[in-house]
């Protein structure tokens, strides 16, 4: 599986960007796809997830309510809604792919990075007046 990650750029404090991942290779829509970001000096964080199969949504308390998760038709790109920016949200987002979620998998499985089996290139989101 290959992930391209694009939409990343500078953004004023209240702003919105959105960022895509587009999977290609052997992948099905069955799989999980994932939002990660690692700031500068500071371990990657869970940012939000597309459960097995799209049928769930999870988000880390810090965007919840300001970011949204969605996949198109297809299933094979991701997408992240990222609104009322803060300057805290600056990073490198990362998207993942776990191919080894299932239906029951719960919030806190798809919140561990290491249940995502592949990961794309990352694009940096600037926050900042």
């Known amino acids: 599986v290959q992930l391209q990650a694009s939409g990343g750029g500078l953004v004023q404090p209240g702003g919105s960007l959105r960022l895509s991942c587009a999977a290609s290779g052997r992948f099905f829509s069955r799989y999980a796809m994932g939002w990660f970001r690692q700031a500068p000096g500071k371990e990657r964080e869970f940012v939000a997830s597309s459960g097995w199969s799209g049928r769930s949504t999870y988000y880390a308390d810090s965007v919840k309510g300001r970011f949204t998760i969605s996949r198109d038709n297809a299933g094979k790109t991701v997408y992240l809604q990222m609104n009322s920016l803060k300057p805290e949200d600056t990073a490198v987002y990362y998207c993942?792919?776990?191919?080894?979620?299932?239906?029951?998998?719960?919030?806190?499985?798809?919140?561990?990075?290491?249940?995502?089996?592949?990961w794309g290139q990352g694009t940096l989101v600037t926050v900042s007046s």
């Open positions: 993942g792919v776990g191919a080894r979620a299932i239906l029951s998998s719960t919030g806190a499985y798809y919140s561990a990075p290491t249940t995502y089996d592949y």
